[in-house]
């Protein structure tokens, strides 16, 4: 699977996951808080801040007719996402290391082929997406010269539920596509990002804001920043523990193997005793004959006495 790389960091299957915090319009138009939220991000563990350009006329018209009045939504005046082309251009003047393309805007052909021609890497959430409009997206992007591509599994709901979020479509999405995939997620909490790591993202992107109490439009679904900071160390730790396919013995195991159960006497026994189920047993710890030679040892006799509470070995055992 190809990797991408932002800012001379590789972003793909088996390196860290590539943490973002969508600013979004949690800055409610303050410029010093958007500062503070940058801050608070950093400090909280994310790898990059997201915020979204646009004007309100590049992105749709004021008209007060049906279309466009937004209704039964947590969203405040308008819904909308990020680019357009004006937008690019913009971006491109302080020279971004990376695009993203949000799930409203993938059906834009002109706005993928006006970013694919900055030859920066794309990121592309799928919220809503048919696999036939992904699949058109990506070719778009590569006919226009982009060459590093990842997709979010994301669903396009402000919060969104678990039980549509559908993260066993992550591992399809990156046979299907063969590039890195992550999770753009809307639900509360972070059960789901943590979860999505054990399918094999490579990004995650999570709303953040400074407090929920704040009034912007994505607050409501933004974690906090002691609350990213927890997914942060939950996601990493999550990566530590998928390892690799491994049996047997660990290295933080290895004392503990003497704790397996083992053949031991558990009744005094005279020289020339047979043994028995009254005189041997498998129990803990594990210095005697393995449990497997229970069968091969009743029915023999003791070569010695034995003391109560002796590992019971083959020189033990005789006939």
Not at 6 to 22: F, H, L, Q
Not at 138 to 152: E, P, S
Not at 202 to 231: N, Q, V, W, Y
Request: aromatic share 8%; charged share 20%.
């Amino acid at each position: 699977m190809s990797l991408i790389e932002i800012n001379k960091r590789c972003v793909g299957p088996g390196y860290p996951t590539y943490i973002i915090a969508e600013m979004s319009a949690n800055h409610n138009q303050d410029f010093n808080q958007a500062v503070e939220i940058i801050k608070a991000a950093k400090d909280a563990g994310a790898d990059a801040i997201k915020l979204q350009t646009y004007t309100p006329d590049t992105v749709t018209i004021d008209c007060n007719n049906e279309y466009f009045c937004i209704k039964g939504t947590i969203w405040l005046d308008f819904f909308s996402t990020p680019f357009d082309e004006t937008a690019v251009d913009f971006l491109e003047s302080m020279d971004v290391p990376v695009y993203k393309v949000a799930s409203f805007e993938v059906v834009d052909i002109p706005l993928l082929q006006k970013i694919s021609q900055t030859g920066k890497p794309i990121v592309i959430s799928t919220g809503m997406a048919t696999l036939a409009e992904i699949d058109e997206a990506v070719q778009t992007i590569r006919k226009a010269g982009g060459n590093q591509i990842a997709l979010l599994k994301c669903t396009s709901a402000y919060p969104a539920s678990p039980e549509e979020v559908n993260l066993r479509t992550i591992p399809h999405l990156a046979q299907a596509f063969g590039i890195p995939v992550g999770l753009s997620d809307h639900t509360l909490g972070i059960a789901v990002p943590v979860a999505s790591v054990t399918l094999g993202v490579c990004i995650i992107e999570k709303h953040f804001t400074l407090s929920r109490k704040e009034t912007g439009p994505d607050s409501a679904f933004s974690l906090e920043p002691s609350e990213f900071r927890a997914m942060v160390n939950a996601v990493h730790t999550a990566e530590k523990a998928m390892g690799k396919v491994h049996y047997g013995v660990s290295n933080q195991e290895k004392e503990s193997r003497v704790f397996r159960r083992s053949l031991f006497v558990v009744k005094d026994m005279k020289m020339g005793e047979v043994f028995s189920d009254e005189n041997i047993r498998s129990i803990r710890p594990g210095y005697g004959l393995h449990t497997r030679h229970l069968i091969d040892v009743i029915g023999r006799y003791a070569t010695r006495d034995i003391e109560r509470g002796t590992p019971l070995k083959w020189d033990l055992v005789g006939g």
